[in-house]
């Protein structure tokens, strides 16, 4: 069985972002990019299952630019054995992913694929449903434990109310949450491996998908600031201040 | 036409994030139906028949859809869809889960966690962790758009809508729901409580917790975390508040031992007063706390503890 995991090439999460004074979006240039955490996690995964023997081919699918090619490198030397670059320039949204996606899969017909719950630029937490939706699949989104069986799938994922343990057939989409696994660390012997394994190069039109984002970004401002108030020197002045303001 | 909201609740009760989302609802298009799905939910249909600008209020009751599974979720709402011009749901994990499939489906793209409705396609909504604000444009056609619930005021229950009954879809068969660990507390919910207080990596353990909860009970609050509380095992994950965690606006936001991560703060940042804890004077969270104290909290929280019932709390 396959696996595959899409990563995408993100702002690195400890950067923090500047909006640009023209409100056209963020200022990328010059920023440290790295594989979205939740991705990372993805391929933390994938790799575990094939330790585990329920995989034999682990495939990291990037849409993006050139650069996306060192976020698969990335994957490559973390443990996938191949991986599919997607070229295209800008933002790609949601829906284009997974129909980008869905081709990849029709062509390759993975048993799983496992993606981030949500992209830490965007925000958008839809591309696994999508893809699910398009492919006709069921999903477990938010996983926080993976058990594969014979033909399905059990998915402990992570709810608003606690834990739910959901059941999958065969073929299936699960997005990662955060405590599925710990991802580990390329080692050097690994990353010099990872530089020999090939890269597929495709562009969407290779696909047949129009990637012209259906959602229009008119603007882009700051967040209302909030400031720093007071420092209180006790814990019984901070009571008594939040009770002069009839906080409690 | 008219636009449908998910409702969002446990076959028992509605939850607040319905009547929240009703509020944009009305705004992106009007009149406002409620789809109530569920498994023996008629008491949550009759809640939602109150709310105040629905005019109708949808009941799918079967057992298929006890646990809002998306499969099914997806197929009895894309029945429902030609009705509509506007489809929305809270942005709760069960939201999240099941509305991108309906969008997908119809071709088009999901407007996630909307902060302002600026007109029936024009929207706001946060980015980046909340770091940026992006004005967006959906397409002409039909809208889908899950609602950032602490943005919007709950709709009032001066309502008394119609309730109707609506078939069941058929059943997808590729899931199936095996069971849950759902975390049990007399305190008020997190999304909904008026008083937070989060502990982080600093509580130390989650037997530490306990010294949160006397000062919760005293307050009526709900207590919450950071994801290094969540990761490190002291508190379950639906505890985590922030970017991918829970967002929350309460009157009052009380981080103890918590650093200050952009992550977390995504999650608080929109809470009308902050107090924060924490023995580090450099602790990026005292750059958004109205009021900060630099002290232990191993000392801190067993004295505000005594002065709240000193106070008669
Ligand atoms: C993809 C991704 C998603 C994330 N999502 C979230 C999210 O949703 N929510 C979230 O919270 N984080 C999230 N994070 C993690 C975030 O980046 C931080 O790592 C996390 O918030 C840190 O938690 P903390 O403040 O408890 O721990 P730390 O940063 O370790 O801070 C602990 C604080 O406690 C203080 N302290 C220690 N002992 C004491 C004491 N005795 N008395 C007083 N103060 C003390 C220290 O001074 C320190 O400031 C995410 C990260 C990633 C990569
Ligand atoms: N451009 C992309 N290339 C590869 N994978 C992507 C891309 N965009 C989104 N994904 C995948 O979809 C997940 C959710 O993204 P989103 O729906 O944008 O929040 C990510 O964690 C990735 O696994």
Redesign the interface.
């Known amino acids: 069985m396959k696996v595959i995991v899409p990563v995408k090439r993100v ?1 690195d ?1 400890n950067v ?2 500047r ?1 640009k004074t023209d409100g056209s979006g ?1 200022d990328l240039a010059n920023v440290k990019m790295s594989m979205n955490p ?1 991705d990372e996690i993805a391929v933390e995964e994938a790799i575990r299952l094939r330790e585990k023997g329920k995989t034999t081919e682990i495939i990291a699918v990037s849409i993006g630019p050139q650069q996306a090619s060192e976020t698969i490198r990335t994957a490559l030397a973390m443990g996938a054995d191949r991986g599919i670059l997607v070229r295209v320039e800008g933002e790609v ?3 284009a992913v ?1 129909k980008i996606l869905k081709a990849v899969c029709d062509a390759e017909q993975p048993g799983l694929v496992i993606l981030g ?2 992209a ?8 696994g ?6 492919l ?7 996983a ?1 434990k993976l058990e594969m069986g014979d033909g399905k799938a ?1 998915v402990e ?13 065969l073929p ?1 989409i699960v997005t990662t ?3 599925l696994n710990e991802p580990r660390y390329a080692s050097l012997p690994n990353i010099m491996k990872a530089k020999k394994k090939p890269i597929d190069e495709k562009s969407p039109a290779d696909y047949g998908v129009d990637i012209v ?11 209302p600031k ?18 002069e ?1 009839g ?2 | 036409m008219a636009s449908l909201v998910i409702a969002e609740h ?1 076959n028992k009760s509605l939850k607040d994030a319905t009547a929240k989302t009703i509020t944009a609802a009305a705004q992106v298009s009007a009149p406002v139906h409620v789809l109530v799905a569920g498994s023996d939910c008629g008491a949550v249909a009759e809640a939602a028949a109150k709310l105040s600008g629905v005019e109708k209020v949808l009941v799918a009751d079967a057992p298929l859809y006890a ?1 809002m ?3 099914p979720m ?1 197929a009895l709402i894309l029945s429902l869809v030609p009705a509509y011009d506007a489809i929305l749901a809270p942005a ?3 939201g ?10 119809l ?7 909307i902060l302002k409705v600026l007109s029936a396609e ?1 929207f706001e909504r ?14 002409a056609g039909k809208k889908v758009i899950t609602v950032r619930t602490t943005a919007f005021k709950a709709a009032e229950t001066s309502g008394s809508a119609a309730v109707e009954k609506v078939s069941a879809a058929p059943d ?1 068969s ?10 049990k507390s007399e305190r008020p919910e997190l ?1 909904s409580a008026k ?1 937070i207080i989060s502990g982080g990596r600093g509580m130390q353990s989650g037997e530490n917790f306990h010294l949160l909860e006397k000062i919760a009970d005293k ?1 009526h609050a709900a207590v919450g975390a950071s ?1 290094a509380a ?2 490190a095992g002291f508190v ?3 505890y985590q508040v922030g ?2 965690g ?1 967002v929350v606006a309460p ?2 936001y009380i981080a103890v031992g918590i650093s200050g991560a ?2 977390h703060l995504a999650g608080m ?1 929109d809470s ?4 924060a ?1 924490n023995r580090d004077e450099e602790a990026p969270i ?10 232990d909290l191993f ?3 067993p ?2 503890d ?3 019932t000193k ?1 008669g ?1």
Do not use: C
């Not at chain 1, 449903?129 to 398009?134: E, F, G, K, Y």
């Not at chain 1, 994922?157 to 057939?169: A, S």
């Not at chain 2, 999240?96 to 489906?105: G, I, T």
């Not at chain 2, 071709?107 to 966690?113: G, K």
């Open positions: 702002i999460f923090k972002v909006v963020v939740f949204e949601p829906l997974a719950k949500q830490i630029d965007d925000d958008s937490n839809q591309t449903q999508m893809l699910a939706a398009l006709g699949w069921p999903q477990a989104t938010f926080h059990d994922r992570e709810i608003d109310g606690g834990l739910q343990t959901l059941e999958v057939k299936a949450d955060l405590r984002p259906r959602l229009k970004v008119l603007k882009v401002t700051e967040p909030r400031v720093a108030g007071v420092k209180v020197k006790t814990a019984a002045e901070l009571v008594d201040k939040l009770k303001i906080a409690i | 446990d646990k599974v998306a499969e997806e709760t994990t069960n999240k889960n099941f509305l991108p499939r309906v969008a997908a489906k071709d088009v793209p999901q407007v996630s966690e024009t946060p980015i980046y962790a909340g770091n940026a604000i992006a004005t967006v444009q959906a397409p997808p590729v899931s199936k729901f095996v069971g849950e660990e759902l975390s999304t008083i307050l994801r969540v990761d379950p994950n639906d970017q991918t829970k009157e009052l952009i992550q940042k009308r007063v902050i107090a804890i005292f750059q958004i706390a109205d009021y900060g104290l630099v002290a000392k801190a929280i004295e505000m005594a002065e709240l106070l709390y």
